[in-house]
T-cell receptor, first 115, second 113 residues
Framework: AQKITQTQPGMFVQEKEAVTLDCTYD???????LFWYKQPSSGEMIFLIY??????QNATEGRYSLNFQKARKSANLVISASQLGDSAMYFC????????????FGQGTTLQVKP | DSGVTQTPKHLITATGQRVTLRCSPR?????VYWYQQSLDQGLQFLIQ???????AKGNILERFSAQQFPDLHSELNLSSLELGDSALYFC????????????FGSGTRLTVV
């Protein structure tokens, strides 16, 4: 079985600073992927970034980067130069090769960006 | 617009009633996934269909059922509704039941009163 753990229920960051949201995972699949999604107060799930277990380099998408440490089973999201619009709930999720495409989500981290 | 269309966006109904949530996947996507997001359970996978057939089942209650039609749209039926069924229900779709092009709809917010 796969499991995602997000240990930070809530985080604060000052505008323009960087912030790291933690995610640890547990999986027995030899091949898997890790996702980060953003959910603003309006409710939609916005895809941010993806990392495959065999990818050699950490994924980056604009201000988002994924700090992937396979040995530690962690996939932390780093948001650089935080903006007020980054205030939202953030979910880490995993997908495994045996899972037919279903995603297993963590409990989420609420991020508030202070002006 | 993600390309995955969910209707209705909001639904308020009484306990004991039955409702149907609808999902139209992105053009070309064969697989549809349903998720439930509630305050106490978080985001949970309910069920997956691929090209009309059920492929995977998660924590879906017996009072809930789903199907995928020949035109690939999917419906999630929730019956004998309870207060605890109040949640945000998401549909997602992908090309062939993998992560390729995995896209979420904007969700249906169900309130049971």
């Amino acid at each position: 079985a796969q499991k995602i753990t997000q240990t930070q229920p809530g985080m604060f960051v000052q505008e323009k600073e960087a912030v790291t949201l933690d995610c640890t995972y547990d999986t027995s699949d030899p091949s898997y992927g890790l996702f980060w999604y953003k959910q603003p107060s309006s409710g939609e799930m916005i895809f941010l970034i993806y990392q495959g277990s065999y990818d050699q380099q950490n994924a980056t998408e604009g201000r988002y980067s994924l700090n992937f440490q396979k040995a530690r089973k962690s996939a932390n999201l780093v948001i650089s130069a935080s903006q007020l619009g980054d205030s939202a709930m953030y979910f880490c999720a995993t997908y495994g090769s045996s899972n037919t495409g279903k995603l297993i989500f963590g409990q989420g981290t609420t991020l508030q960006v202070k002006p | 617009d993600s390309g995955v269309t969910q209707t209705p966006k909001h639904l308020i109904t009484a306990t004991g009633q039955r409702v149907t949530l609808r999902c139209s996947p992105r053009s070309g996507d064969l697989s549809v996934y349903w998720y439930q997001q509630s305050l106490d359970q978080g985001l949970q996978f309910l069920i997956q269909y691929y090209n009309g057939e059920e492929r995977a089942k998660g924590n879906i209650l017996e009072r809930f059922s789903a199907q995928q039609f020949p035109d690939l749209h999917s419906e999630l039926n929730l019956s004998s509704l309870e207060l605890g069924d109040s949640a945000l229900y998401f549909c997602a779709s992908s090309v062939e039941g993998t992560i390729d092009g995995y896209t979420f709809g904007s969700g249906t917010r169900l309130t049971v009163v």
